[in-house]
C-alpha cells in the first residue's frame, strides 16, 4: 500500500521568497456552500470562515446553495435555478470589489460551472486574485472531458490549492502546478473515548452518503460476515441519500435488519456522540479526495477500515493507522474489521497512530498554510496593478 504524503506548500507562487508571514492577513472573499445539507465541502467551507473570523481575519462569505427566496422556488426546477443565480452574481460583483483575495472552493461537473467558473471570471473583471480550491475526486475524469476552456479558466487563477497528493497528481497531469493545503478537522470537537472491550457485541458505524459512489451495500455485505462471528454486533449508516430503500432491503435480505440502523444524516453538533460510541468506522467509498468521516474517525480514536480509492491511501497508512481493503472486496473488508476487532493489541495501536495523524489537519497546523497562500496571493495582486 502506498505511504501517505506528507501536506506541504510551495508550488505555484514560490512560497520559499519570504512568505511575509508578520502581515496582516488580507480581506477575503469565500466561495463556497454552507450546511444543510451537511457534506464535506460544506462543512470545511463552514469550519475554514468561522475559524478565520475567530483569529480577526476579514472574510466575507458568498455562499452558492443559499436557501430560495421565496422558498416555494425550491420546487420548480429551471426557475429555481435563476432565482438562485442571479443573487449569487450580484454578490460576487460585490464581494469581488471589496476582498484582495477571493478564495472559491470548487467541485467537478454541472457546480464547476454554476459556481465556481463565475467566480473566477467575476473576481478577474474586478482586479481581485483568485484561488481555487479544487475538491471534486471526479476531477481526472472532468477535467478530460470538459472543454478547454475549463483548464484554461483554472490556470489563469493566481493559486490552485487541492486537500490532497491525490488531487495534485491529477492537476499535474493536465498541466496545472498546484500545492496541497490538507483539509481541516476541529479537534475542539473531537475527543477519544476511553478503550473498551467489545465483548462481542461491537458497535460498526458508517457516516457516507447512501449514494452509489459510496457503495454502501459492500459495507453492509461485509457486516453481515463479521456478523456471522460476532453475532451481537450492530451496525450504524449515518447518512441519507436515493440508495436507502434499496440499503434497507438488502439488509432484509442478509437477514440482519434487527442489526442495522439507518440513522438518516446526522447534525454535525450530534455526529461526535456516534463517533465516541463506535468500535471500527467502515469506509467503503469507490471514488474519493480526502473523506473528512476519516479524520473524524482518526480525531475520535476509533480504527478505521477503508477501501482504497482515489486519494484515501495518502491519508491511510495501511497498518499503521487503518487498514485499506479493495474496492467492492466485501469479503476483505470483512477480514479486516474482524482482525481489529479480535486483536486489542492491534486496535489500540490504530488508535494511537489515527489520533497522531489528525494533529497535523487541526486548525493550528493547516491555519498557517492558508494564511501564508492568502498573502502570496495578495501580493501577485499588487504586483500586476498599474504603477
Not at 454552507?34 to 463552514?46: I, T, V, W, Y
Not at 464547476?112 to 483568485?130: D, E, K, T, Y
Not at 450530534?270 to 467503503?284: G, M
Not at 488508535?351 to 497535523?360: H, I, M, N, V, W
Request: net charge positive.
Amino acid at each position: 500500500m502506498q505511504a501517505r504524503s506528507a501536506p506541504s506548500v510551495g508550488t505555484g507562487l514560490n512560497a520559499a521568497e519570504g512568505s511575509g508571514m508578520d502581515l496582516p492577513a488580507p480581506r477575503l472573499c469565500i466561495v463556497g456552500p454552507l450546511p444543510p445539507p451537511s457534506g464535506g465541502m460544506a462543512n470545511q467551507c463552514e469550519q475554514l470562515v468561522r475559524l478565520l473570523r475567530a483569529d480577526g481575519v476579514t472574510v466575507n462569505l458568498v455562499r452558492n446553495n443559499a436557501p430560495y427566496q421565496p422558498a416555494w422556488v425550491g420546487g420548480i426546477p429551471v426557475v429555481r435555478a435563476a432565482f438562485r443565480l442571479v443573487p449569487y452574481l450580484w454578490q460576487l460583483w460585490q464581494a469581488a470589489g471589496q476582498a484582495q483575495v477571493m478564495h472559491v472552493l470548487a467541485n467537478s461537473g454541472w457546480a464547476w460551472h454554476l459556481f465556481a467558473a463565475p467566480a473566477l471570471v467575476i473576481a478577474r473583471l474586478r482586479g481581485c486574485s483568485a484561488i481555487v480550491n479544487y475538491r471534486g475526486g471526479h476531477a481526472d475524469a472532468f477535467f478530460s472531458g470538459a472543454p478547454r476552456q475549463v483548464l484554461r479558466l483554472i490556470a489563469g487563477a493566481t493559486l490552485r490549492v487541492t486537500p490532497s497528493a491525490f488531487l495534485l497528481r491529477v492537476f499535474r497531469h493536465h498541466g496545472l502546478d498546484a500545492e496541497v493545503i490538507p483539509n481541516i478537522i476541529d479537534l475542539s470537537r473531537f475527543a477519544p473515548a476511553a478503550p473498551r472491550q467489545v465483548n462481542g457485541a461491537p458497535h460498526l458505524i458508517v457516516t457516507r452518503n447512501l449514494e452509489p459512489i459510496y457503495d454502501c451495500p459492500t459495507a453492509l455485505r461485509a457486516f453481515s460476515i463479521v456478523r456471522r462471528a460476532m453475532p451481537g454486533a450492530r451496525l450504524t449508516v449515518a447518512g441519507s441519500g436515493p440508495d436507502l430503500a434499496a440499503l434497507q432491503a438488502l439488509a432484509a435480505e442478509l437477514g440482519m435488519a434487527d442489526a442495522v440502523r439507518f440513522s438518516g444524516r446526522i447534525d454535525n453538533d450530534r455526529i461526535p456522540a456516534l463517533y465516541a460510541d463506535a468500535d471500527l468506522v467502515l469506509n467503503p467509498s469507490t471514488v474519493d479526495n480526502m473523506p473528512i468521516s476519516i479524520l473524524e474517525a482518526f480525531a475520535s480514536g476509533v480504527p478505521v477500515v477503508s477501501t482504497d480509492a482515489g486519494g484515501i491511501p495518502d491519508l491511510v497508512t495501511h497498518d499503521k493507522d487503518g487498514l485499506l481493503v479493495p474496492i467492492g472486496d466485501a469479503d476483505a473488508m470483512a477480514a479486516a474489521a474482524l482482525r481489529v476487532l479480535g486483536d486489542t493489541s492491534l486496535s489500540a495501536r490504530l488508535r494511537e497512530a489515527g489520533l497522531q495523524a489528525a494533529q497535523q489537519y487541526a486548525w493550528t497546523s493547516v491555519r498557517r498554510l492558508w494564511l501564508d497562500a492568502y498573502r502570496r496571493a495578495a501580493r501577485a495582486a499588487r504586483r500586476r496593478e498599474p504603477a
